[in-house]
């Protein structure tokens, strides 16, 4: 196809299309339409850009950091004047419902802004010889911050402007240029949000975006010799794969999460449900922070069922344009993958209260009763619409499955009894524990991690503008 039908990426500083003349297609997952082409990038012309990337962050350390916030509170604001249009993007590109596109995008434009105003707080510190045992009082410390230099931002398909956003407004913010590297799927949103960043006026040889084929230019980043630190979410299996390459730099590794809710026999079962549902079901599932399994005391189980049943019957099911809650998955290689674990739990004998209804992608929202721990629901994470319902005898039995799990990211708890939901908080092995309320990311100047398989390092806009710095210290004699 020619390449007026192709989504500049910005390269070498400036605006333009592989020299190759390569492209990936990028189509609709909910219409299978050919939305945009994206330049796929060869390791020779990134590796060149990344060299002008590298040099460009000198002179960009160099400046004030109010300089730096100016330009990146600007960024913020042409993010907020062309939601709309970035909205309909992210819409398109990974068939986010209409409004929660539209409000990425604003929710973008907010992070970004408080980013800028907690970079202006962070500060260095001075210390004297003398504060030590045996120390010298004519010796001062200066410890300031610096930036580490460049900085891999690899961003996912399902928030493909805000969490790309949360790895390389930091960055930038700190002194640092930054190597971008969106998810395929989300990489029109991407672009866009960087064409932003340009337009507010951002150095162009500052970012370079890596738009091409994991497959091809993947290894190759993660392995470059003038990257200094990786920050990436996305799935486990790569995370790992990521840790296993890089060498002797930091990183900041954001994956995959089994979140449980565990609903005790004197929980709030309306609350409890109304929670569960958002929880799990919001954007067809697609988020490391759903709820992925219920750990329900036996008691209250039948009628937790039933209230979340008649919630999930409820929820809207179809196009992203319509602004419907469940809406196509992001290709048919993930609807397959949610398709096979409904039906091995079906197999061993789990019951189907809602859903296991199929089109093409589109998988109408499912709960799974009666869910055993040999099933394979009960263990790996769906990235998709369906919700197994684990009964449970006791705290201590909920406890122990919870930990089970080889991932470690989130878990909420409902009681009324805030002695009973502290004590269970205390006990599980996660990064975050929501008690009465369904888990999620946020608010985003809240630390969030994972343990376990669920991650590496903290995120949270404190943390991330901690994450790209470094010590540096200077010692004055006197």
């Known amino acids: 196809m020619s390449t007026d039908q192709t989504v500049k990426t910005l390269i070498h500083g400036e605006w333009n299309v592989s020299e190759s003349g390569k492209t990936i297609d990028i189509k609709s997952p909910h219409k299978g339409e050919l939305i945009g082409q994206v330049p796929s990038l060869s390791q020779e012309e990134l590796d060149a850009s990344i060299k002008k990337t590298v040099e460009a962050q000198v002179s960009w350390a160099e400046q004030s950091i109010q300089a730096r916030g100016d330009i990146l509170k600007k960024w913020a604001d042409i993010l907020e004047e062309r939601k709309e249009e970035i909205g309909e993007a992210i819409m398109l590109e990974v068939a986010k419902k209409r409004s929660s596109a539209i409000s990425e995008v604003t929710r973008t434009a907010e992070y970004i802004r408080y980013t800028v105003e907690e970079a202006y707080r962070l500060n260095g510190e001075v210390k004297r010889g003398d504060g030590f045992k045996g120390g010298n009082p004519n010796k001062i410390g200066l410890a300031e911050k610096t930036p580490l230099g460049t900085v891999l931002a690899i961003g996912p398909f399902n928030y493909p402007v805000n969490l790309s956003a949360s790895k390389i407004a930091p960055a930038l913010m700190q002194g640092n240029s930054v190597i971008f590297k969106p998810a395929t799927q989300g990489a029109i949103s991407g672009i866009k949000l960087v064409q932003a960043l340009v337009d507010a006026g951002m150095p162009s040889e500052l970012v370079t975006l890596a738009t091409g084929r994991g497959s091809v230019i993947g290894d190759f980043l993660v392995q470059h010799p003038e990257v200094d630190m990786i920050s990436f979410t996305g799935g486990t299996a790569t995370g790992r794969h990521i840790a296993e390459l890089a060498s002797m730099i930091p990183l900041v590794l954001e994956l995959g999460g089994k979140d449980p809710a565990i609903v005790m026999g004197d929980a709030d079962l309306n609350k409890a449900a109304k929670e569960i549902v958002a929880g799990a079901y919001s954007y067809s599932g697609q988020r490391c922070t759903a709820i992925k399994r219920v750990l329900v005391q036996h008691e209250v189980a039948d009628e937790l069922v039933k209230k979340i049943s008649d919630q999930v019957s409820e929820l809207s099911v179809g196009m992203p344009e319509d602004d419907a809650t469940i809406t196509p998955l992001i290709d048919n290689k993930s609807a397959d993958y949610v398709q096979s674990l409904i039906d091995d739990a079906k197999e061993k004998g789990a019951t189907v209260v809602v859903g296991d209804k199929r089109e093409g992608n589109l998988l109408h929202p499912t709960l799974l009763d009666n869910v055993t721990s040999d099933m394979k629901v009960a263990w790996e994470e769906p990235f998709g619409p369906i ?48 008690l009465n309320a369904k888990t999620e990311r946020g608010p985003d100047h809240f630390p969030f991690l994972g343990v376990k398989a669920s991650g590496l390092g903290v995120q949270g806009i404190r943390e991330s503008l901690q994450s790209v710095v470094r010590d540096k210290v200077t010692v004055i004699n006197m």
């Open 387 to 434: 919700l197994p319902i684990i009964r449970v005898s006791s705290q201590e039995e909920a406890v122990r499955l919870a930990n089970e799990s080889e991932y470690g990211l989130q878990a909420s708890v409902f009681s009324t009894d805030m002695d009973t939901a502290m004590d269970i908080a205390q006990k599980l092995e996660v990064g975050s524990v929501q």
